[in-house]
């Protein structure tokens, strides 16, 4: 999840922590049925098999490019780090991050 604009586990974080903090999930990328542009970068890439691993990574992504419009492969890969992908999507979540940036994205 992104908590004041940083990415943290949600895993492994209390949420008295969290009082007073702007939290945004997957959940909150989205506006009504529209979906964030790295949501829809992520289907457009095939970046998701089952799905187990695509909130994790669609937050991080969303994030760093809200800092880093346009960001080098090493950015985006120190970015989405740590997220885990069993179905071994790596190479196309990283396309999907990466075309995101160079599109533009229009929304935080
Ligand atoms: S798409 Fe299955 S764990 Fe990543």
Redesign the pocket.
């Known amino acids: 999840m992104i908590v004041d604009g940083r990415t943290i586990y949600a895993c492994s974080t209390l949420a008295i922590e969290m009082q007073g903090k702007k939290i945004r999930t997957v959940d909150g990328l989205t506006q009504g049925t529209v979906l964030h542009p790295v949501q829809q970068a992520f289907y457009d890439h095939d970046g998701?098999?089952?799905?187990?691993?695509?909130p994790g990574f669609v937050t991080a992504a969303a994030a760093l490019l809200e800092k880093h419009p346009n960001p080098t492969p090493e950015q985006a890969r120190r970015a989405l780090d740590g997220n885990i992908?069993?179905?071994g999507?790596y190479v196309r979540v990283l396309e999907a991050t990466l075309n995101t940036g160079k599109k533009g994205v229009t929304r935080g």
Request: a positive charge; glycine letters at 10%.
């Open positions: 998701l098999m089952c799905g187990f691993c695509t992908c069993r179905c999507t």
